[in-house]
């Protein structure tokens, strides 16, 4: 019954447009890892947080934009990326293995190492506001 109040409350927060069962499924496995509630400003501060590699400073947003309803441009190979909001592609965020696999990527990019459930609940929770 608490699971499902806070789940309720985290796509509350997202007031335009309900997230994909999938969202909602990965957030409670993700919950296992221990967090009770993942937050949108969490996330944001994830997305923005730098990470030095060498000289570089990589963020979330080397690639995708700081404003995720915009297009971003790959870091390595220059390539545009489409917005990430789901209010914007609504199909963003629907397809977990497209998820999982870009999270597992993305995070040894930016953070040189693998993102914990709690970061990736709480990044979930930040596309899914946008
Ligand atoms: C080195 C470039 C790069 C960085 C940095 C990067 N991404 Fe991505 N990301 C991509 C590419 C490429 C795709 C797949 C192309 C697409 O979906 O348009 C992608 C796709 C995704 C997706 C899939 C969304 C969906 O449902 O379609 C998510 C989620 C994601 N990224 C999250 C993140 C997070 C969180 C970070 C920071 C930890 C991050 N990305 C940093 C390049 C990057």
């Not at 993942?38 to 947003?61: H, I, K, M, P, Y």
């Not at 209010?87 to 999270?103: G, N």
Request: hydrophobic share 35%; glycine share 8%; net charge positive.
């Amino acid at each position: 019954m608490k699971k499902i109040f806070l789940i309720t409350a985290v796509l509350a927060s997202a007031p335009v447009f309900a997230a994909h069962p999938v969202v909602e499924e990965l957030m409670t496995e993700y919950r296992a890892g221990g967090t009770a509630q993942f937050s949108a400003e969490q996330g944001r501060a994830l997305w923005n947080q730098e990470n030095r590699n060498g000289d570089e400073v990589r963020t979330c947003a080397s690639c995708h934009a700081a404003d995720l309803r915009k297009e971003g441009r790959h870091a390595s190979t220059g390539r545009a990326i489409g917005p990430l909001a789901p209010s914007v592609d609504p199909k963003r965020l629907t397809q977990r293995s497209e998820i999982e696999k870009w999270f597992g990527r993305n995070c040894k990019w930016t953070f040189g190492r693998v993102c914990t459930p709690e970061e990736k609940g709480h990044f979930l929770a930040f596309i899914q506001s946008q």
